[in-house]
């Protein structure tokens, strides 16, 4: 055991079989003893359990500060000599935020338990957790797998099992893995399983579920072991009555539940803005209670000596700087609602209610897949309407990623066009012509299209080139046929553009019809015909080709390869130059008119040069240790002198409402990105068919240089031409351009960290860029050189795995439910099924979100800081000996009752627009662009107005009370008589604004706005009774307050007028700023004054204009023309009657 340690790489696994146990118990396991500890397949996602939830729970709600802050609140008033209220102020409204949270994480921490729980009943209850690495277990259809199983056998021929992994990557279309050949022989003989004793080397778990590099030494001979021998834990068996596998991985080792970590946290622009006002408002507490605790040391010092002789102090404390220290506590603690408790409960509430209404848009709905838009995720939902820059995948995203064979060009003659029998023109809509007949082919999919006949003909002239491009069609790919009734085909493709591909061979008479791990089979020209399978160079995003090495049935050595045309073009030898300039025409006519394309060709490879390459190729493919390098040199050094065959167009069409999107967004004033990696004219065409580029724009530059320094040179002219400034003999000329694009065919190019920069400056002034033969990581890159070097909200959207990196890297990602699976959507914050619901997120719900989060944040802070403000004036009535204004119940209900539902009410139901104009004017959306509704300017302007309605809540109760007797004679000059008019002044007032900035009013705004009064009178009345200080005297001690002074006439004149005074400045300066500066909002809400006529003033003459005819004295004075005409329509009408006479006079004309 030491020794195969020792042996085994750091970064790889080995797994040596030794004696064997055989278990039978419901499924079968056969125990396999290995050389180290195996993992067990238990698994845990949830956080708690009975006993760990209250602590741990607590623990990570007590990492927030604000929980903190307040737990240490309620330790100091505990202090006798440091407080002054009731420590239930801070203990209420403290238990109430962790009770509220502790509960949401327990719902949501029991749903994951019960999901995991159920996944562990899915096949053997019980027995899932005790499977351990080495075992050999039996899986029968319709089974989940329970762990990461290296297959070895299956029911199916050849050793094929066929799975769903909709659990992994949301795809619903089966896929297909096959078992080595020399394991599948063992088939169902337990014995000859029991006797397997291979020696497995793999790699280390990791979260890459398409990639597994592993080696089977079994009877002396080495295997390659990769992804397609592998059943990943989560996927279900179909369509296989039984197989055998070995686990490899097990519990958390599992590549599902490696990639279960916790995601990359994202944080809003407001959640940081918040963090840092929170802070300013600690400087701000701080600096308060610092200016009243030397103001109590100097009152303690020269006023309060004295005063304690007339009113005896309980404990009188000699050192004034004493006093002050323990009064600054005692501010601390009265002066803590300055501070929002409840800022951040708020705020998720608001979000998760903002977030619903994303799941319940119909509007947002896609009927054909059942798929309504979803927010995965609750926290970035204003963030939606603060997007700066989006950056788009193509295929998928803005097309439909449904795959058509449409044209082809072979040894340079161009099929697919349809030309005009008589015109000899080519049509451009061949849909109007009969498509072609393929029933002379009994094999051909009946929902292939094709209208070109001279490719029939082609084919039928058994013309060499023609046969050899559609062999190599069938032949180089990894589809896999699956006869499911006799002649009914169904094929299994990775990617669409295979399927299109297999499926056009297909119809032309070259028909996949099986394939074995060694073999594959076509039917050419209704005769079978079987190659031997000796190599298969798969595709990757790095080698953009892919090409198989066969051996036909006449001995003979083929390799066919198919990729991108910049890869392969490289790689022709000398005799394909006679037809390559042809076929570069036919593709770059294929890509300008948005068709995708790929370069096909072949060669003969020499028997001797193949077998030692083959040799090699066997050694790096059993190698665990960079295995993916040395394969990359062996296919380098094969795939070169290929023979151009031709190649392929297939169509993908724009989705339904692409165009249209993209023109709101971009009147949005939001930049948008095409990352793809398809080449230049492809991704042009697409961009001028869904409006993303535009005739009228000015084209700035198509990067065109393959080096650092030219590409530096390229960038940097066309900055000059940008900016409008360039140097000409001399003279420095200036012809600024606007509306400009930019076209980079590779963004590889742009790898220095100088160029980097200069390639951000260009892009970022232009409207659109478009960014070619982009990798997945080259995508992330670019989403996050924009993000951290502009510091604007970015948005990433696709519909594919290769997107996941870029829409993770974005401020916002948002999955697309395409053909490519769910991996992007299972990715993604926010997904819907088709990209015109990308206006509505944004434009609608996004901006909604803002605006209602911002008017929110200003409200809050504004009724907190003129809540708390009261305190900091009467301190100069009281000697600054840290008492509080209002009475301690309305203290503890303040935030948590009397003002949290009509809050609540604005930010889940107000609209400043409907969605109809949301929409109709993409303008609205710019202001949270510029975050100009709420900013530490709006913060500060915030705090100026609660400064200011403090002031007016005490100073005109103070002033109204002063010295003041009711009508019995009585005096209204007490404490509590003040507290009272106080709280209710402050009340009313910020009840007030917010219904000042309420604009779309519902049945819930009215019940919470006005309700909240109704509540607190009640509250009020019931808490001064006679009753409740009967029964708790030390806890109502302001009984009678409400009775005795709410019955007061000038009483209900001091709140009216304390009310108007503190909403008059928000009004009046509404009005101004709507009157001077409205918004684009006001301009769209507002109705549109009529202009006033122009009056025009002129000076007396003395001058004459009659005219020396007979004026119309006797018409006027015979009253004719004072009758009242009708009102004329503005636009012009002829009478009903004139148009039948002129319509008569017109008919007896022409009869005549």
């Known amino acids: 055991a030491a020794n195969c340690a020792q042996q085994c790489p750091t970064n790889s696994r080995r797994l040596k079989m030794t004696n064997l146990l055989l278990f039978c118990f419901g499924g079968i396991i056969i125990r396999r003893f290995s050389f180290f500890h195996s993992q067990k397949n238990f698994i845990k996602t949830s956080k708690y359990n009975v006993l760990t939830f209250l602590p741990v729970n607590l623990f990570e709600q007590f990492q927030r500060i604000a929980n903190a802050y307040f737990l240490f609140l309620l330790v100091l008033q505990l202090v006798p000599q440091v407080s002054s209220l009731s420590w239930t102020?801070?203990?209420?409204?403290?238990?109430?935020?962790?009770?509220?949270?502790?509960?949401?994480?327990?719902?949501?921490?029991?749903?994951?338990?019960?999901?995991?729980?159920?996944?562990?009943?899915?096949?053997?209850?019980?027995?899932?957790?005790?499977?351990?690495?080495?075992?050999?277990?039996?899986?029968?259809?319709?089974?989940?797998?329970?762990?990461?199983?290296?297959?070895?056998?299956?029911?199916?021929?050849?050793?094929?099992?066929?799975?769903?992994?909709?659990?992994?990557?949301?795809?619903?279309?089966?896929?297909?893995?096959?078992?080595?050949?020399?394991?599948?022989?063992?088939?169902?003989?337990?014995?000859?399983?029991?006797?397997?004793?291979?020696?497995?080397?793999?790699?280390?778990?990791?979260?890459?579920?398409?990639?597994?590099?592993?080696?089977?030494?079994?009877?002396?001979?080495?295997?390659?072991?990769?992804?397609?021998?592998?059943?990943?834990?989560?996927?279900?068996?179909?369509?296989?009555?039984?197989?055998?596998?070995?686990?490899?991985?097990?519990?958390?080792?599992?590549?599902?539940?490696?990639?279960?970590?916790?995601?990359?946290?994202?944080?809003?622009?407001?959640?940081?803005?918040?963090?840092?006002?929170?802070?300013?408002?600690?400087?701000?507490?701080?600096?308060?209670?610092?200016?009243?605790?030397?103001?109590?040391?100097?009152?303690?010092?020269?006023?309060?000596?004295?005063?304690?002789?007339?009113?005896?102090?309980?404990?009188?404390?000699?050192?004034?700087?004493?006093?002050?220290?323990?009064?600054?506590?005692?501010?601390?603690?009265?002066?803590?609602?300055?501070?929002?408790?409840?800022?951040?409960?708020?705020?998720?509430?608001i979000r998760l209610g903002n977030s619903f209404y994303i799941d319940w848009d119909r509007k947002m709905y896609y009927p054909k897949k059942d798929f309504p838009a979803k927010a995965r995720t609750t926290t970035l939902n204003e963030e939606l309407g603060q997007i700066k820059y989006i950056f788009s995948d193509k295929t998928g995203t803005l097309t439909q990623n449904i795959m058509a064979f449409n044209k082809c060009t072979i040894n340079g003659v161009l099929y697919g066009d349809v030309l005009d029998f008589y015109l000899k023109t080519i049509l451009s809509s061949p849909q109007k012509t009969p498509k072609l007949d393929f029933s002379f082919n009994p094999m051909a999919d009946s929902n292939f299209v094709f209208y070109d006949k001279s490719l029939v003909e082609a084919v039928n002239t058994k013309k060499h080139e023609v046969h050899e491009f559609f062999r190599l069609l069938s032949l180089c790919n990894t589809v896999m046929p699956d006869e499911k009734q006799q002649g009914k085909l169904v094929y299994q493709a990775q990617s669409p553009d295979e399927g299109a591909l297999v499926t056009a061979a297909r119809n032309f008479g070259f028909v996949l019809k099986s394939r074995t791990p060694e073999t594959i089979t076509i039917i050419e020209m209704g005769k079978p015909t079987v190659y031997k399978m000796l190599a298969i160079l798969d595709f990757d995003n790095i080698r953009k080709r892919m090409s198989v090495i066969v051996r036909s049935p006449a001995g003979k050595l083929h390799l066919y390869c198919k990729g991108a045309d910049t890869v392969l073009f490289a790689k022709l030898s000398p005799s394909s130059q006679t037809i390559l300039p042809k076929t570069v025409e036919h593709l770059n006519e294929f890509a300008g008119i948005g068709l995708r394309t790929l370069l096909l060709a072949s060669k003969e490879l020499n028997e001797r040069a193949f077998n030692s390459w083959q040799k090699r190729h066997l050694e790096a493919s059993t190698s665990v240790q960079n295995r993916e390098e040395k394969l990359q040199l062996l296919y380098e050094e094969i795939e070169r002198d290929l023979h151009l065959i031709g190649g392929t167009a297939v169509e993908d069409k724009?989705?339904?409402?692409?165009?249209?999107?993209?023109?709101?967004?971009?009147?949005?004033?939001?930049?948008?990105?095409?990352?793809t990696g398809d080449k230049l004219e492809t991704a042009v065409n697409i961009g001028y068919a869904c409006n993303l580029l535009q005739d009228e724009m000015n084209e700035v530059f198509i990067i065109e240089a393959d080096t650092p320094d030219a590409v530096h040179d390229e960038l940097w002219a066309a900055r000059e031409q940008m900016t409008g400034q360039f140097l000409k003999n001399g003279i420095l000329f200036s012809n600024k351009l606007d509306n400009m694009y930019l076209i980079v065919p590779s963004i590889g190019i742009c790898s220095r960290k100088k160029l980097k920069l200069d390639f951000l400056t260009i892009a970022c002034s232009c409207e659109a860029v478009i960014c070619c033969r982009v990798t997945p990581l080259q995508k992330a890159h670019v989403v996050e050189l924009v993000k951290k070097h502009t510091k604007a909200i970015t948005l990433a959207i696709g519909d594919g795995a290769n997107d996941v990196s870029?829409?993770?890297?974005?401020?916002?990602?948002?999955?697309?439910?395409?053909?490519?699976?769910?991996?992007?959507?299972?990715?993604?914050?926010?997904?819907?099924?088709?990209?015109?619901?990308?206006?509505?997120?944004?434009?609608?719900?996004?901006?909604?979100?803002?605006?209602?989060m911002c008017n929110f944040l200003r409200y809050f802070f504004y009724k907190n800081f003129t809540f708390t403000l009261v305190h900091f004036w009467y301190g100069f009535f009281c000697g600054f000996s840290a008492q509080t204004v209002y009475d301690e119940w309305f203290i503890t209900l303040y935030n948590l009752v009397y003002t949290a539902l009509p809050i609540l009410a604005m930010s889940l139901f107000n609209q400043d627009v409907n969605d109809y104009w949301s929409l109709a004017y993409p303008q609205l959306y710019e202001p949270g662009q510029l975050d100009l509704f709420f900013n530490k300017l709006e913060f500060v302007k915030c705090v100026i107005h609660g400064i200011y309605s403090s002031l007016v809540l005490f100073y005109i109760p103070y002033g109204a009370l002063y010295e003041t007797v009711r009508d019995d004679g009585k005096t209204t000059s007490d404490y509590q008589s003040f507290a009272l008019i106080a709280q209710t002044c402050l009340l009313l007032t910020v009840t007030m604004e917010i219904a000042i900035d309420t604009v779309y009013w519902t049945a819930f705004n009215h019940l919470f706005i006005w309700g909240s009064l109704v509540v607190y009178f009640a509250i009020s009345f019931t808490m001064y009774s006679n009753g409740l200080f009967a029964i708790i005297p030390g806890a109502f001690s302001f009984i009678g307050a409400a009775r005795n002074i709410l019955n007061q006439p000038h009483v209900w004149l001091t709140i009216f007028l304390t009310t108007v005074l503190c909403s008059l400045p928000t009004i009046i300066l509404r009005c101004i700023a709507i009157e001077t500066k409205p918004t684009f909002s006001d301009k769209v809400v507002l109705p549109k004054r009529k202009s006033q006529p122009i009056r025009r003033v002129s000076a007396r003459r003395s001058g004459y204009a009659f005219s020396h005819q007979r004026g119309f004295g006797a018409l006027i004075t015979t009253g004719l023309n004072m009758r009242p005409q009708a009102l004329r329509s503005p636009t012009f009408r002829m009478n009903i009657e004139t148009l039948k006479r002129v319509k008569l006079a017109l008919y007896e004309k022409y009869d005549k």
């Open 89 to 349: 102020t801070t203990v209420i409204p403290l238990l109430l935020v962790l009770i509220i949270t502790a509960v949401k994480d327990a719902i949501d921490d029991y749903v994951s338990y019960f999901c995991c729980s159920d996944s562990l009943r899915n096949i053997m209850r019980e027995k899932w957790m005790h499977v351990q690495v080495g075992d050999i277990i039996k899986l029968q259809n319709n089974q989940f797998v329970t762990a990461d199983v290296l297959l070895l056998t299956s029911s199916e021929p050849h050793g094929l099992v066929y799975i769903e992994t909709a659990e992994l990557d949301g795809e619903t279309n089966l896929k297909v893995k096959q078992a080595l050949t020399v394991t599948s022989v063992m088939g169902e003989d337990i014995h000859a399983l029991a006797a397997f004793d291979g020696d497995i080397k793999c790699e280390i778990p990791n979260n890459k579920l398409d990639k597994f590099v592993g080696t089977l030494t079994y009877q002396g001979n080495k295997y390659p072991l990769n992804v397609e021998k592998l059943l990943l834990r989560g996927c279900v068996l179909r369509n296989t009555e039984w197989c055998f596998g070995l686990v490899i991985f097990a519990g958390p080792e599992t590549k599902l539940m490696q990639n279960s970590g916790l995601p990359t946290f994202k944080r809003t622009s407001i959640d940081r803005l918040m963090n840092v006002l929170v802070l300013w408002i600690f400087g701000f507490l701080a600096i308060m209670c610092t200016f009243l605790a030397f103001g109590n040391a100097f009152w303690q010092h020269n006023i309060g000596y004295y005063f304690q002789t007339f009113l005896p102090w309980q404990s009188y404390i000699s050192n004034s700087s004493f006093s002050g220290f323990l009064v600054f506590w005692s501010y601390v603690i009265i002066l803590n609602t300055v501070v929002p408790i409840s800022l951040y409960v708020s705020v998720e509430i």
């Open 654 to 675: 724009l989705q339904r409402g692409v165009p249209l999107t993209i023109e709101k967004l971009s009147e949005a004033n939001i930049k948008i990105w095409v990352l």
């Open 806 to 852: 870029m829409i993770k890297a974005a401020n916002i990602g948002v999955g697309v439910s395409g053909q490519e699976g769910m991996q992007a959507v299972l990715s993604s914050d926010f997904a819907f099924a088709q990209f015109r619901y990308l206006q509505r997120l944004l434009l609608v719900h996004g901006r909604w979100s803002y605006i209602r």
